[in-house]
Every structure is written in structure tokens, then in C-alpha cells.
């Protein structure tokens, strides 16, 4: 059974860092590629960034370059994004997927989510 289960969101202030976790189960994160995308409050869902399975091709949206970084630990199976130089319009839900192949087909499971709120 698939299992996405993030965490580490929460309330940072402008400037800040924050580390989300995604603890995958039910499949390796090895094979398949993932993706964190998320959504403003009153807005839709927004692609924030791609990592392929073979941990070499990274791929982030315009916003979050040289902020965010995604990584996988295959030991641990967790997927990872560390936000650094957070800004207030990074406030958003933000959910880890699973793609449907080693690279970015489609998500088939999504986690639950968890929050990130930037403010003063």
C-alpha cells in the first residue's frame, strides 16, 4: 500500500528556512520520480519541483531557484525540500506526489499535506 506522509511545515519568518519531509512506503523512491507541488491559500495547485528517480536531474519552478533544493534519501526512502530565503508568497500547502514513472508522467499518490506559513 503507497503512503505519502509529509512533514516539517510550519511558521517561519521572511528570510528563514524550513525543511519538509515526504516518508514514502509501499514503493522505493528509487524508481520513481517526485514532485512537491503546492497551493496558496485561494489559489490552485502550483508545481514547485521534479527530482528523478536516479537522483541526477532536478528541476525547480522559476520562483524557487537557488532557494529550494530537492533531495531523496533511498536509505530512508524520504523525499526532501529544503527551503531557504523564504518569502511570504511561499505560504502555501505544500504536498509531495509520486509520479507514475522514473520521470515525470503523471502523479498517481499524493501525500496529505502540510503547511507552510511565512510571516513576520
Known amino acids: 500500500q503507497v503512503q505519502l506522509v509529509e512533514s516539517g511545515g510550519g511558521l517561519a519568518q521572511p528570510g528563514g528556512s524550513l525543511r519538509l519531509s515526504c516518508a514514502a512506503s509501499g514503493f522505493s523512491l528509487s524508481t520513481y520520480a517526485m514532485s512537491w507541488v503546492r497551493q496558496a491559500p485561494g489559489k490552485g495547485l502550483e508545481w514547485v519541483s521534479d527530482i528523478y528517480s536516479d537522483n541526477s536531474d532536478t528541476y525547480y519552478v522559476e520562483s524557487v531557484k537557488g532557494r529550494f533544493v530537492v533531495s531523496v534519501d533511498n536509505a530512508k526512502n524520504t523525499l526532501y525540500l529544503q527551503m531557504n530565503s523564504l518569502k511570504p508568497e511561499d505560504t502555501a500547502m505544500y504536498y509531495c506526489?509520486?509520479?507514475?514513472?522514473?520521470?515525470?508522467?503523471?502523479?498517481?499518490?499524493w501525500g496529505q499535506g502540510t503547511q507552510v506559513t511565512v510571516s513576520l
Open positions: 506526489a509520486k509520479n507514475m514513472g522514473d520521470s515525470t508522467l503523471g502523479y498517481d499518490y
